[in-house]
C-alpha cells in the first residue's frame, strides 16, 4: 500500500475500499470507497461509531449507488489513489502525530473524511439527516481516550503525549 504509517485495521479499509473500486471497475481509489472500506472493517472503535449514530449498510448501499459509473479498470495497471484521498491521509496522519498515536487508525481516516466536506459521502450523510458536528466531536473524545489510555499504559509502545487532550485538527481545504 501507498501508506506506510497506517495501522493493520487502516491498511484493511484500504484493502476494502481497493476491492470496492475494483468491484465497480473504477481506476481510482475515491472517498466515496475509502468510506465504503471503513463499513467493511473489521474494527471496534469504528464499528462503535456507526453503531451509536445508527450509520447503517443501507448506506454503504446508497453510497454505491451514486458511485456505480462503468469505469475502464482495463486502461490501468495499478489502482490511482485521488488528491482527496491523499489529502485525507495526510490530514487523518496529522490528527494521529497530534496525539502522538503512531499509526492512522481508522477513526483518524473517518474524521478527517468527515472534514473533507462536501463530497459525496458528506452530503449523502447530511441528506440523510446526520449530525455531522456530533459525529466528529464523538470521534475526537474517542481518539482522545484512547491517545490517554496509550500514554497511561505501561506495556504500550505508543508514545505518551504532551498532556493535551485535545490538539487542534486541521481542516482539508482545496487547492
Avoid: W
Amino acid at each position: 500500500m501507498l501508506f506506510g504509517n497506517f495501522s493493520e485495521s487502516s491498511q484493511n479499509v484500504l484493502r476494502m475500499a481497493a476491492a470496492e473500486s475494483k468491484m465497480l471497475n473504477h481506476f481510482y481509489l475515491g472517498t466515496e470507497h475509502l468510506f465504503i472500506g471503513l463499513c467493511k472493517v473489521d474494527d471496534e472503535p469504528i464499528r462503535r461509531i456507526f453503531e451509536q449514530f445508527a450509520i447503517d449498510p443501507l448506506i454503504r448501499r446508497e453510497i454505491r449507488a451514486k458511485v456505480r459509473v462503468a469505469g475502464d479498470l482495463a486502461r490501468m495497471n495499478e489502482m490511482i489513489f485521488t488528491p482527496r484521498v491523499h489529502a485525507i491521509s495526510k490530514i487523518a496522519d496529522e490528527m494521529a502525530r497530534a496525539y502522538q498515536i503512531p499509526q492512522i487508525e481508522p477513526l483518524h481516516l473517518f474524521l478527517a473524511l468527515l472534514r473533507g466536506g462536501d463530497r459525496v459521502v458528506v452530503r449523502m450523510l447530511k441528506s440523510k439527516g446526520f449530525d455531522l458536528e456530533r459525529i466528529m466531536s464523538t470521534i475526537e473524545e474517542e481518539v482522545a481516550k484512547a491517545a490517554e489510555a496509550a500514554r497511561l499504559s505501561p506495556s504500550s509502545q505508543k508514545t505518551a503525549y504532551s498532556g493535551v487532550i485535545r490538539p487542534p485538527i486541521p481542516e482539508l481545504v482545496d487547492h
